[in-house]
């Protein structure tokens, strides 16, 4: 890890604390916001990128216009680096070919390892952001040449496995050699971005947090039920399975984390009286209309350390304003005594 302080050539102006991934994406601060699947995260993107962060936009279960549209309104927004997102649950062969077409800085994928969907991107000139929430996954995503790995730990809202973020982070860590790591999951503030880099992280992914800001499109009431929530009201989605779309690449796997909610604990209780047929059509129709907390609020644990709803601008600048005070105070605790 080679940390050190620039000036960011942003609107804002705002020093930042910069990681030899900065430098490979493009940006100017070790924070990317997460992809949140259909919700509509256009105007979250693009005050990320503003500032000198990653923004991310995802493509789950939208037509590929409504895609197109979202890239096209983003590139008007800002001109700096940003990545798409595209999982396995399931993987849309025809985005994922506008996608390389589109050419943006990074594609990042979930819950599988596709070999075959990396070298797509490199031969496109596309970097590679691989999240992974296993040792397995990791050594797959070194073999198949992955650019930056994210190592998730089972603390995060996104679907994920079980291992926590302070035992996978180190793990990935030292296996990577020079493929830089970022930490994800249980990852709010600068303590969280701290930490990740004193664990050899070289920056962090949040979802969470940028879930609770100004520009989310998520309704109100999602983002009122995390400021007000504890880490044990995030729970992990058992049963979820029969709703979400389903799998169609090999070794795929992953549960999310929510909010509780009546679906919810149906689905961990009583899975058998879920009706699907019933059910998805109303919690699609529900999430496309950027809402769906009534049904699955996706949310980690780091719920617990959220305690307003800011602007993304001012989560990343207080990110890493906490994290350069967080390693000071380290650094003078373990110095030597008066």
Not at 82 to 103: G, K, V
Not at 145 to 170: L, N, R, Y
Request: charged share 20%; proline share 8%.
């Amino acid at each position: 890890m080679a940390a050190r302080r620039r000036a960011v050539a942003s609107p804002l102006e705002v020093p930042m604390l910069t990681t030899p991934v900065c430098r490979l994406l493009g940006i100017d601060a070790p924070v990317v916001c997460a992809a949140f699947g259909p919700w509509d995260e256009i105007d979250l993107a693009a005050a990320v990128c503003q500032v000198g962060g990653l923004g991310s936009l995802g493509t789950a279960v939208r037509p590929l216009p409504e895609l197109r549209e979202q890239w096209a309104r983003l590139r008007r927004l800002t001109d700096r680096p940003f990545a798409i997102n595209h999982t396995s649950r399931p993987l849309d062969e025809e985005a994922f070919q506008a996608t390389i077409e589109e050419r943006p800085k990074a594609i990042s994928f979930h819950l599988a390892v596709p070999p075959d969907l990396i070298a797509r991107a490199h031969d496109a000139g596309i970097l590679w952001i691989q999240q992974v929430s296993s040792r397995s996954q990791g050594e797959e995503a070194l073999r198949a040449g992955a650019d930056v790995i994210v190592a998730q730990g089972g603390e995060a809202g996104g679907q994920g496995g079980d291992v926590g973020t302070m035992v996978m982070v180190p793990d990935i860590v030292d296996m990577a050699g020079e493929t830089p790591v970022l930490a994800a999951g249980g990852i709010a503030d600068g303590r969280g971005l701290a930490a990740a880099l004193t664990l050899g992280a070289q920056g962090v992914l949040m979802g969470t947090r940028f879930l609770a800001s100004e520009e989310m499109s998520v309704s109100q009431a999602w983002k009122s039920r995390i400021v007000e929530s504890a880490a044990a009201d995030a729970v992990k989605a058992v049963g979820s399975e029969r709703i979400l779309p389903p799998f169609n690449r090999p070794g795929s796997a992953g549960v999310p984390r929510c909010l509780r909610t009546p679906l919810v604990d149906a689905l961990r209780e009583h899975p058998e009286e879920v009706d699907p047929a019933e059910t998805v059509p109303r919690v699609m129709a529900a999430i496309r209309s950027g809402g769906g907390e009534e049904y699955l609020p996706f949310t980690g644990q780091s719920t617990a350390l959220v305690h307003e709803i800011l602007p993304a601008g001012e989560i990343v600048r207080r990110t890493v304003k906490e994290a350069e005070a967080a390693l000071a105070a380290a650094a003078r605790a373990i110095g030597p005594g008066p």
